[in-house]
Structure formats: C-alpha cells, structure tokens
C-alpha cells in the first residue's frame, strides 16, 4: 500500500503535516492532581495569531487563565482547579495555513 | 474557492515564470527566432496572478480565523510566515510590472517571476512534514518542483504563441525546448519522489479515499502529459510532424493546467484519515 501511495504521489504536490494534536498533560481521560499547567504539544510548529486553547470547567464555564502559543506547543496556566471533570478546547494552524480543531477531558481528583 | 485561489495562483504564476523563463532562453540561444509578442499575456497573467494571490490570502485568513473579517486579513498578513512571503510575493510580481512597463531587465523578470511562483514553497506541506530541522531541504525540493512545473508548462505555451504565428525556425525551438523539458520533467518527478518520501515516512494513519481518488487523477493527467510529450520528442519530431505535434502540446498544456488545478485541491485535503 505504501509503494502505491508512493507511486501515485509521484508527481503530486505534496499535502501532509496539519497541525495535529501529538500529546497533552494532562493527558486525555487521564485522573490527575491539580496541575499547575496545561501543555498541548502539536505535530508542526504553530502559528500563534491563529492558535490557542481554553479550558471548561465542569458547569460548562470558560475558566479564566493565561495561555501562550510557541513553537508546537500551546501552555495554558490555569488558577487554582477544583475536583471535577474539565474540557480542553483547542484550535491550531500550522505554517501550511491549515486550520484544526478538537478537544479532549481529564479530570481532576481531590 | 479557498481551493480555487491557490489552484489559480500556481497555474497563473507558472505559466507566466515558464514563458519569461523559456523567451528568455529563446533569446540567447536562438536569437535568429523574432521575439514572441507576449507583451498583453504577460500582464494579462501578472494582474491574474495579483488577484488570485491577494483571494488566496484573503480566503486562507478567513479559514484560519473561521471569519472573514479586516483584522483577520491584516493578521494573516502580519503575523503568519505565509503571510510574510505573500507580501514578498506582491512585491515580486510589482516589481516584474514596472520592469515590463519599462521594457528592461530581461533576467530580472525571470528572477522575479521565478521568486512569486516558488515562495509558497516555504509554507508548503513538502517543508512541513519534513523531519525536524530538514523543512529547508523540504522547501527547496518543493521549489523545484513547482520551477520545473511552470517551465513546462509556460514552454509549451510560448511554443504554441510560436506556431500561431508560423514561425518558421520552428523545429529549432521545439530541439531547444525538448532538451531543456525532458531535465525539467526529470527533475519534476524526482522532487516529486522526494516529496512523497518525506511526507510518507513517519506518517501514521490510513489515506483517505477521496484524497487517493484525487491523486489518482491527477497522475493520470501527468502520466498523459509524460506520453504525449514522448511522442512528440521520439516519434513526430523526427517526421516533421508540425500539426500533430502542435496539437498535442495543446492537449498537453491543458491537461498541466488541469493537474495544477487538482494540485490546489490536494493541498487542502486531509490525505490521512
């Protein structure tokens, strides 16, 4: 299959590499301590004009926090975190200009 | 349309490098061959590119900014490394206008000519799947790419500007042309191979089958344009077969246009799934 995609590719205009979520810690479903950050490490350097993160509390609220986008990672510093279960939000463009977005959960125990 | 503008631009500014490119071989090579009169197509193809390169920017801002607005525009301008090349773009293709305005700096045209079709380069998908602290080797494999592309593709149009007017060194532009095509096409599928290398090493998932279908198309349109163009070289060039091979670089220059435009479309796509 790969010698195929190979050959057919051949003479194409090559289109890969959106910046794709690679890794976070907290990891996704993961049950953690209160971290004292949020890191999202993406697969290709972003652009941080388009790019960002926010985190949901479990009501549904945005949380405040700072965050900062540099390299292929997006740091999010949240306050102080409650037990229950949160969301991450996320969207990114790489430097191919292509926009991605999704989210994952973890939860935080007491 | 996002897909449109980015097609547009690379058909546009490919055509317009390989015909300042390829008349400007012509020239120094063989200057018993009057100079083609080009002068309307060319600005004709620098206010096309002008435009389709300015919608491109404007439409890539609004996907990334999931809004069309001014400020998304500016920022995509500013703040984005695709951005900044755009604007070296515009500033190539305004620098190429005042030169054919003024009717000088053959070479220069080429050069900027060459600058506005290869920058996309930078930001491309061949520079960014390259493994880490590589993306330059993958931007310059992707450069080539695109300048052995357009020098095909705006070669075969000057050719036909030639046929229609008769000229009658014709079958020594079409020697000088194949030379130069057949290390342009050589060229054009090793970087191509190059390309497909890096993106396919270290990727994970399955392709996606619209992405696939759209591959397959578009090799089969370079697969027609590699025929045609041996036949043309290996069989009619010999005879002296002049119709025939004009008509088939026409086809060939339609099916180039094509893969260009299927090109654009591959660039947006999601290839794995």
Known sequence: MKRLALLMLLAATPAFAHAKLTASDPAADAKVKTPKMIRLTFSEELE??????????????????????????????????????????????????????????????? | ???????????????????????????????????????????????????????????????????????????????????????????????????????????????????????????????????????????????????????????????LLLWRRGEPNMPLALSLFSDWAMVAVLLLVMTGLINAASILLGQEGRMSALYLSVLGAKLALVTGMIGLALVNRFRLMPKGGDTLIARNAAIELSLGLAAVLLAGLLGQLQPLS
């Open chain 1, 48 to 110: 941080p004009a388009f790019s960002g993160a926010s985190l949901i509390d479990p009501v549904g609220k945005t949380v405040p926090l700072a965050s900062s986008v540099a390299g292929s990672g997006i740091t999010l510093l949240p306050l102080a975190l409650k037990p229950g279960r949160y969301k991450v939000a996320w969207h990114s463009v790489g430097q191919d200009t292509h926009p991605m977005k999704g989210s994952f959960s973890f939860e935080i125990i007491p």
């Open chain 2, 1 to 159: 349309m996002l897909v449109l503008a980015r097609g547009l631009y690379f058909a546009i500014s490919m055509l317009l490098f390989g015909l300042c490119a390829f008349t400007w071989l012509l020239r120094a090579r063989l200057p018993m061959i009057l100079p083609v009169r080009d002068q309307s197509l060319r600005w004709a193809l620098l206010l096309l590119a002008l435009a389709a390169g300015c919608a491109w920017l404007g439409l890539a801002a609004a996907d990334m900014a999931d809004a069309m607005d001014r400020q998304a525009v500016v920022s995509a301008a500013k703040d984005t490394r695709f951005g900044q090349f755009f604007l070296v773009r515009m500033a190539a293709l305004a620098g190429l206008g005042l030169l054919l305005a003024i009717r000088r700096g053959r070479a220069a045209i080429v050069l900027l000519s060459a600058l506005a079709l290869v920058l996309p380069a930078a930001t491309s998908h061949a520079a960014a799947a390259s493994p880490a602290g590589f993306a330059a080797v993958g931007a310059i494999t992707d450069g080539v790419h695109l300048l052995t592309a357009g020098f095909w593709i705006g070669g075969l149009a000057v050719l």
